[in-house]
């Protein structure tokens, strides 16, 4: 055992290393997702965090070119219970451990993930740091004391694009360095802002008719108006939306000048421009197997979630709808207000990875769109 896992509460969980040699801080979470772990790994709603899988075997299909959510690993560190060296997959093109050295990432296997999970699940997400360099326990410790706690950090900065940039690729399958095919013809321009925006958001987006401009989390509105867009999108992300003040502040000045479409961090971030509030949840959402339900129809969709705060139902104004709910523990799964023309959704409906229950609301927003040129 070359490897340890210790949290500010002073539990140590040993292992052996994986990945790049060193140590990581970061908040502790679990994902409940069975697979795509190369999709989790480079979310960058992830930033930050040091991710635990409950699905034991990891590793076993290998990394590949198509399925990355961005152009790197995001993750803080990663943390399995069995990694397997040997992969298969008509689509591999490398091993999980050389992608994760590769890029610096500190990982960790042979470790009592199950105890882990039940760990944070009664005591909440917590900082942790993973060693693997041979410091000792007593000094990881300190250090993992020292570290900033989630609240109150902006993490998006760290994630979001430098420049703009257009994106045209759609979903449909193609294996790199091939050519993507060609889309279908754009009906709608969207703007969409980069908090630690998903690859497969903007697939979606473009599957449904848009031609979409990238721009950073930082753009001031006047000049994300100034490219003529017919509607506007605000992505996930990772950190405290409440310490994004920029972003939220925007978006009061957007809501009512454009349609307007947020998931993730763009849900809470829409809560916060409407006057409402965000809160820390215990341990988060982090799996594909989240129950949702959709309030005006009754269904319940089954959805991929990756958040650790949420809006806080008692601070909404009147005229916000809050239009799903999460079954497990009734918290905000989406927000609509009619008269400003926006709507967003706490959970992923682009699902990478996870199910495709979700995936009419993109299409919801081209009606708006549609609606409101």
Sequence with gaps: ???????EDGRVFPGRSFGAVGETLGEVVFH??????QEILTDPSYCGQLVTM??????NTGVNDFDPESFKPQVAGLIVRAYSEDYSSWRARGSLAQLLRDHGIVAMTDVDTRALTRHIRTAGAMRGIIGTNGTSREELLAKVRQAP???GLDLTRVVSCEQPYSWTHNSAPFTPPATPPAPAEARFHVVAYDFGLKRTILR?????GCRVTVVPGTTPANEALALKPDGIFYSNGPG???????????????LGQKPVFGICLGNQLMGLALGGRTYKLPFGHH????PVRHLASGKVEITSQNH???VDPDSLPAGTEITHINLNDQTVEGLRNEELGCFSVQYHPEAGPGPHDANYLFAEFVQLMEARR
């Design 1 to 7: 055992m070359d490897a340890l896992l210790v949290l």
């Design 32 to 37: 409940t997702g069975m697979t795509g772990y």
């Design 54 to 59: 409950t699905a034991p075997h990891i590793g």
């Design 149 to 151: 706690v989630m609240q």
């Design 204 to 208: 979606r987006l473009v599957d449904h």
């Design 240 to 254: 405290d939306p409440a310490a994004t003040v920029y972003a939220f502040e925007n978006l009061f000045l957007l």
């Design 287 to 290: 799996g594909a197997n989240h």
């Design 308 to 310: 650790g705060f949420a």
